[in-house]
């Protein structure tokens, strides 16, 4: 599997961004789709995912509490790509965004993610 990340920009706070991931390649069923960012000097962490396909743990997407209510992530299959909406975007956001795909049930630690796309730098200026 082959993921494309793009959507990143500088925005100032408040503002709004929409990051794309599309898939290609070898097809799997049971697949996890993640977002994960990771901030200057800091580590990857989790920003919330969605089942991409089979019975990989139910249909609303999860998120992290520090974005919850803010961004909203989306799938569109006929696209094979999965989005991420952001608004009210803040200047602890500002980060490289990463999409993720592993086989299997909904994890949040990106060690479990074998597939990654090359990431997309979102600044937001306070």
């Known amino acids: 599997v082959q993921l494309q990340a793009s959507g990143g920009g500088v925005v100032q706070a408040g503002n709004s961004l929409r990051l794309s991931c599309t898939a290609s390649?070898?097809?799997?069923?049971?697949?996890?789709m993640g977002w994960f960012r990771q901030p200057p000097g800091k580590e990857r962490e989790f920003v919330g995912g969605?089942?991409?396909?089979?019975?990989?743990?139910?249909?609303?997407?999860y998120y992290a509490d520090s974005v919850k209510g803010r961004f909203t992530i989306s799938r569109d299959y006929a696209k094979n790509t999965m989005y991420m909406e952001m608004n009210s975007l803040k200047a602890e956001d500002t980060a490289t965004y990463y999409c993720?795909?592993?086989?299997?049930?909904?994890?949040?630690?990106?060690?479990?993610?074998?597939?990654w796309g090359q990431g997309t730098q979102v600044t937001v200026s306070s």
């Open positions: 969605i089942r991409w396909s089979g019975n990989t743990g139910g249909d609303s997407p």
């Open positions: 993720a795909a592993r086989i299997g049930r909904a994890n949040y630690s990106s060690r479990y993610y074998p597939y």
């Open positions: 390649g070898r097809t799997f069923v049971n697949v996890y």
